[in-house]
């Protein structure tokens, strides 16, 4: 099977996000050539490529950030791409970016109780502590006091306050201690199964291998290939040298 018969079967399937032709420009400079993707409900998807591949691109892209798009994109079938930022939230979707973006003058508890929710199904606080018992430990603690790892916890934890069906995670374990990174995992293992999907962009390849059930591979802007954790052990060097490790 070739790769565009394999992206083209997963077209055929019934997505909860897919775009097309999606392009992003930052400036007068192209980011994205025309990506298309298909995410199917449940599962998780790492997007590989070099630094400046267009992974982040593609994120802030489907979440509304980029200035500058084109292309379509829908979440359940339907079109989202010209909907306001607070609009696209209410469809189910949520961004942590690498930056984390959490108050840090705020507590632990304040900044689990600040977003609004926006869909049924949203975590309690109880089930987020449950989750992530480092949390619970600090949850009277700012966040300017709080490690690298806690930080990306709380990141995490703030929007699975919200009710979001879809997760879109920049780079989670970058900088992070590798007893984090191995929770930060078991976070996301456990969020799919209780049926979040999730698509994230991370350098840490073997983190990729342990979460991810798909993958599609970024360069230049453009999807190169798609496969499956299955057909992985296959494609290991050619991947090797896509993404220069």
Known sequence: MTAITRINAVKDQTAILSARNLKAWYGESQALH????????????????????????????????????SGEIKIG???????????????????????????????????????????????????IYALFPNLKERRHSQGTSL????????????????????????????????????????????????GITIILVEQNFRFAQRVAERYYVIEHGQVLDQFSAAELPGRQDWLSDVLGV
């Open 77 to 127: 079938g339907k079109d989202i791409s010209r909907l306001p930022l607070h609009h696209i939230a209410r469809h189910g979707l949520g961004f942590v970016p690498e930056e984390r973006g959490i108050f840090s003058g705020l507590t632990v508890q304040e900044n689990l109780l600040l977003p609004p929710i926006v869909a049924e199904g949203g975590h309690t606080v109880e089930e």
């Open 147 to 194: 490690s690298g790892g806690e930080q990306q916890m709380l990141a995490i934890a703030r929007i699975l306050r919200t009710g979001i069906r879809i997760l879109l995670l920049d780079e989670p374990t970058e900088g992070l201690a590798p007893v984090i990174v191995d929770r930060i995992g078991d976070v996301i293992i456990a969020l799919r199964k209780r």
């Open 34 to 69: 025309g990506i298309d993707l298909d995410i199917h409900s449940g599962e998780t998807v790492a997007l590989l490529g070099r630094n400046g591949a267009g992974k982040t691109t593609t994120l802030k892209s489907i979440t509304g950030l980029m200035d500058r798009r």
